[in-house]
């Protein structure tokens, strides 16, 4: 049994698919699934039921599947401390954060990180608030920031709250909804709805759209630009709207659920070591968002 062995059960158990495991690996399907054969005659169990074109965990599979989980997490710690010993670790760090805070925020705190840490590079991608824990799960980015709606259990990633973001449920300031002293639900179900979006799989009732009609976005920005430009209301974070809301170019909707909390979360692999940049840069999203 060796570590290859147990990412290529891990990946397949987490995908539900040998394919989309072999794609996120990068390695050849088939490679993939001589591991897996190779893993259960070493064990003696089955540790996938395969029906069709269907493959799910096995009750063995089930058993296990956390105990490998944390082996790779451990060996992630241990690659890591290594690295930092050699002085190769934060070479290069990815960051995805959301676009829950004005561009100008993240733009003086990178160059402000480049700064003060000349011999790391850092790259900034943009990703929708409710792909963020699987970017870091996938090992697609190293640190992710941003609204945290629901904190999925996995044992793969560790979230730590920066802060309380407030969501303000808005429309234009020529917009009907305006014009209501006491907003209801059935107002809104009946006003077309700027909702947010996203890849990841899992469900997310917090996220769902409130509205009978609505678009989709996977940006906060996007979602702006449409409730400005169109007949159209939605939830979004305070710092992106502030000044739209001081220009009177937005107003919050007189609705029960009109202000609402959420935490600003910095989401990085559990177990990984820690990094100076980013906890100074979780420093400075914390000293931000107490502002608000």
Not at 245 to 260: D, K, M, S
Request: glycine share 4%; with cysteine.
């Amino acid at each position: 049994m060796n570590l290859s062995q147990i990412e290529a059960f891990c990946a397949i158990a987490d995908t539900g698919s040998v394919s989309e495991a072999a794609r996120q690996l990068e390695c050849n399907r088939s490679k993939l699934s001589m591991a897996i054969k190779v893993l259960e005659s070493e064990l003696g169990v089955e540790l996938f039921v395969r029906t069709g074109n269907q493959i799910a965990l096995s009750e063995v599979g089930k058993a296990i599947y956390k105990d490998c989980e944390s082996m790779l997490i451990t060996a992630t710690r241990i690659r890591g401390t290594c690295a930092q010993v050699t002085e190769e670790f934060a070479a290069e760090v990815w960051i995805a954060p959301d676009d829950s805070l004005p561009d100008s925020v993240w733009q003086g705190f990178i160059h402000q990180l480049n700064n003060l840490f000349p011999n790391t590079s850092f790259n900034l991608i943009l990703a929708s608030c409710g792909d963020l824990a699987n970017l870091v799960a996938t090992q697609q980015v190293d640190y992710a920031f941003g609204v945290d709606y629901e904190r999925f259990d996995d044992a793969r990633i560790t979230y730590k709250p920066l802060g309380k973001i407030r969501m303000m449920s808005v429309c234009s300031a020529s917009h009907p909804l305006t014009k209501i002293k006491r907003v209801t639900d059935e107002d809104l179900r009946k006003s077309m709805q700027a909702a947010m979006v996203y890849l990841n799989e899992q469900n997310n009732s917090s996220l769902e759209p409130f509205s009978r009609r609505h678009i989709g976005f996977s940006s906060f920005e996007f979602m702006l630009n449409t409730i400005l430009t169109e007949s159209a209301w939605g939830v979004l974070p305070e710092p992106l709207i502030r000044h739209h809301l001081r220009e009177e170019r937005l107003a919050v909707i007189r609705h029960t659920y009109g202000l609402t909390q959420e935490d600003y979360c910095m989401v990085s692999l559990t177990g990984s070591a820690d990094n100076p940049a980013m906890a100074w840069l979780a420093d400075k999203l914390s000293d931000y968002l107490f502002d608000f």
